[in-house]
């Protein structure tokens, strides 16, 4: 998988794409955290919990990696999205880190509400690790 190059000034049109990104990413994230915590966890009682907190340290490994290295997850790249930073360079994996950080605040109360209200109200369509980050979501170059 390489980077893909980023279409200049087409990050305020990827709302709807961003929704469907994430929900590719978080089912196959959840396929991922729930076989693993149903091997780890041989209690049925304790398996909830495992699985919460496996999926939480899955999730941020995953995007922070995925984006850090090639600037989109699977969701974004089937989507035709890439995150870089504000002046157009590539979202490196500093800056993959503090956007994911804040994933889990974006995603209160439920279910990516809070992101989503940011996204619509910031000037560049931004959620808050996008501010953090100084980084946008903008369309992959064909």
């Known amino acids: 998988m390489e980077r893909p190059a980023h279409q200049s000034g087409t990050h305020t049109e990827t709302f709807w794409r961003r929704v469907g990104a994430v929900i590719i990413d978080a089912i196959l994230v959840g396929i991922v955290a729930g076989s693993l915590a149903g091997v ?8 909830a919990s495992i699985s919460s907190a ?3 340290l899955l999730t941020f490994a995953y995007f922070t990696y995925m984006e850090g290295t090639y600037g989109q997850t699977l969701g974004k790249k089937l989507l035709g999205l890439v995150v870089v ?9 500093d800056d993959a880190v ?10 209160l109360p439920f279910a ?8 619509f109200i910031s000037d560049e369509d931004q959620r808050l690790g ?3 980050a100084d980084t946008v979501v903008a369309r992959a170059a064909d």
């Open 40 to 47: 780890v966890s041989g209690n049925p009682l304790r398996s």
């Open 98 to 107: 503090v956007r994911n950080l804040l994933r889990f605040v974006d995603a």
């Open 85 to 93: 930073t504000e002046s157009g360079g590539d979202c490196e994996l």
């Open 112 to 119: 990516y509400l809070l992101g989503a209200i940011v996204i």
């Open 54 to 56: 496996v999926a939480a």
């Open 130 to 132: 996008d501010l953090a």
